[in-house]
């Protein structure tokens, strides 16, 4: 009698744990500041890399040190994927696989005939409306352009200040080659700009500021305009540390200590700096607010920091980079703040598997709303994927991933992960990188760069035991891999590959004649 009273005592506390973690101090949903940044590698923030003066991160490592650093965080390895699955809640297999342009459409395909997210999925943004919250974004999109559905303001937020691309220059928005790496059929290098404000190009034309500065302000004015009686859900989308490596010079002049790598070690590494310091002003004006006791901040990178020329990043010691399956490709700095995180677990690290579909689930349960999604599956999409791991991370509760569908070439499960496809990026660089004489690989598989490792035949890993992937145990462990394999192979079965469709001239006619020269939607305009 007295053991089923003490679990039933057990079962009552551990409820009333849970239930007091879906809220804030004031008895509410909590505010929400989804940051994210772009290329960033892992050894690039200080609680990664101690004791180094070329990583100067000391806001995220005081917020990640009074938080919950989340060692096993994944995403896909690169752009567009990771941000379409962030507001989707889908694994990029369900969602995106592609860093297609923006302006390619399919006119045959008016649900998924498009680049980024499908038409028919709901965004986060639309689910935490449904509960209250005033949703607002802030940089790069990178998850559609081509109808108004695709855009912020179609996906739920109120305001957006940012570009569609996957990069653009810091100063004049234009798309130069040094930017994105790619020319398109507008011909991105002209007179086009990517330059957006909720509904119509943005008002900005000084070429002598920082896009930065002008995501920074439209942040702070977003904190400092709300009310605090309302629940904010504010997506912050760096551009930083994408290239083209470009910073200001005060920030630069702070690193002339860099001498062998000044142009690609030197701005990296001045850009990270300046990241951490939006991310302090952005703590600073919710703090002055009085929104911090009752704010979740969730910090990530959209995938591993790039190895490959003319980048700056740095993933020692993880093998590999952007573009790759490797740990260091999909495995990132990510970590929780805020006064929403119980206290009982600040300053731990959550070492179970979370995905960054996850946080879709996760926002959606703490904000009271049901994370499915029965208007993509009418339209024969995927539901969401996303797990709730509120819970796992405060402690409450152990539902935590055991598997994550990394791409069509990776998955995890449990202690194991197989790789297969040829591999780019498969090295392990130096504590020091880039540096005068260290070579870097190229951006893509090219035939004969030995920076290539074929797992066509699938590479076999102990990722518990072996992070680093340093030991293939194809050979040793051949039931393993031939599980792993099938696992894999049976999971790509479902992935969402639509026909996408080619560039569409219409874009750059519209972005001619209707928007000022500035890129914008171009399907179904009036």
Not at 96 to 104: A, L, M, Q, S
Not at 185 to 212: H, I, M
Not at 393 to 421: F, M, P, Q
Request: some cysteine.
């Amino acid at each position: 009698k007295l053991q089923f009273l003490y679990l039933i005592g057990a079962t009552m506390a551990l409820t009333f744990l849970v239930m007091t973690c879906a809220v804030g101090a004031s008895g509410k949903p909590p505010h929400v500041a989804l940051v994210l940044a772009d290329d960033y590698g892992w050894a690039n923030v200080g609680y990664h890399n101690a004791n180094n003066r070329e990583v100067q991160t000391p806001v995220l490592d005081r917020l990640a040190g009074g938080g919950v650093k989340l060692d096993r965080h994944y995403v896909y390895k690169f752009c567009s994927p990771t941000r379409s699955c962030l507001q989707s809640g889908r694994l990029p297999v369900h969602v995106n696989t592609v860093n297609v342009e923006p302006i390619v459409h399919n006119a045959a395909d008016k649900v998924g005939g498009y680049a980024g997210i499908p038409v028919n999925m709901t965004g986060i943004a639309q689910k935490l409306r449904s509960a209250g919250y005033r949703c607002h974004a802030t940089g790069k999109w990178d998850a559609g352009m081509a109808t108004h559905r695709h855009t912020p303001a179609g996906r739920g937020y109120e305001s957006w200040l940012g570009y569609y691309h996957h990069a653009n220059d810091y100063y004049t928005e234009k798309l130069d080659f040094e930017a994105t790496g790619s020319v398109d059929v507008c011909g991105k290098s002209s007179s086009l700009r990517d330059f957006w404000q909720n509904d119509g190009p943005a008002p900005y034309n000084d070429t002598t500021v920082y896009e930065e500065a002008y995501f920074l302000n439209h942040s702070l004015a977003v904190i400092r305009a709300h009310d605090p009686a309302e629940p904010l859900f504010l997506f912050h989308a760096f551009h930083l540390i994408h290239t083209p490596l470009q910073v200001p010079v005060e920030y630069n002049e702070q690193f002339s200590f860099v001498k062998d790598s000044p142009k690609q070690r030197r701005p990296y590494a001045a850009m990270v700096k300046y990241m951490d310091d939006a991310v302090g002003e952005l703590e600073a004006a919710l703090r002055a607010k009085g929104m911090w006791d009752d704010l979740l901040l969730v910090f990530m990178s959209d995938n591993g920091g790039p190895i490959y020329y003319p980048a700056g990043a740095n993933n020692y010691p993880l093998k590999g980079g952007k573009m790759s399956d490797w740990e260091g490709g999909v495995r990132v700095n990510a970590f929780v703040s805020g006064g929403f995180v119980p206290a009982a677990v600040r300053g731990s690290t959550h070492s179970q598997y979370i995905h960054a579909a996850d946080w879709y689930t996760t926002l959606c349960a703490l904000a009271g709303v049901d994370a499915a999604d029965p208007e993509a599956v009418a339209a024969g999409l995927p539901d969401v994927d996303g797990v709730d791991v509120w819970g796992d991370i405060t402690g409450a509760t152990d539902n935590s991933r055991t598997s994550i569908h990394l791409s069509e070439c990776a998955y995890i499960e449990g202690d194991w992960k197989i790789v297969k496809c040829v591999q780019p990026m498969s090295g392990w660089t130096p504590k020091v990188f880039p540096a005068f004489g260290e070579p870097q690989p190229m951006y893509k598989v090219v035939p004969f760069d030995h920076w290539n490792q074929d797992c066509t035949k699938g590479c076999l890993f102990n990722v518990a035991g072996d992070p680093l992937e340093k030991h293939d145990l194809a050979g040793s462990e051949p039931e393993v891999l031939a599980r792993m394999a099938a696992a894999l192979a049976a999971l790509n079965e479902g992935n969402y590959k639509p026909n996408r469709g080619a560039e569409d001239v219409a874009a750059c006619r519209y972005a001619e004649q209707k928007y000022n020269n500035h890129y914008g939607p171009f399907v179904d305009v009036e």
